[in-house]
């Protein structure tokens, strides 16, 4: 049976977080990585449309810790897979490979990638938040220094 571009995106982004946090979505709001990885979902989005994919991507990849990073690679692994023949790769580098790609691309090629990425972001969030997982705003915080200009 086919199915639509919007099925496979889901069934993508699902299998993403079961292999990042586990079989059992239940227990995903008890892990400090999941609320950090949603965190760092709902800032991407918006950087996305502020800047575009590869700055916001280059941020996440610039920030402390594990899950900024690991949200950057499954954002750009779950791009990838839609961009032929980039996507064959190692998810540990796959940010560093859609940056490249953007900077290497021409126009179309970003839009594809930002509208990809805002989908996929979408959809993980979506999943996350449907687990019953909340975002960390103290991790939200850390990682936007412009959140705390804007408190001073």
Known sequence: ??????????QD??????SRFGDDPSQW???GGAKKHLAALKKTAARIYASGPAMALTFLVSRKGAEPKDAANDIAYLVMRRLPPQAAGNIDDAAH?????????????????????LANIAWLARFLEGAGVEPD??????EDPDAADATQ
């Open 1 to 10: 049976m086919p199915r639509s571009s919007e099925q496979l995106r889901a």
């Open 13 to 18: 982004c699902w299998n993403r977080l079961v």
């Open 29 to 31: 709001r008890a892990r």
């Open 97 to 117: 490979r859609l940056i490249q790609t953007v900077i290497g691309g021409d126009m179309h090629g970003y839009a594809l990638i930002a509208d990809e990425a």
């Open 137 to 142: 705003e103290d991790a939200a915080a850390e």
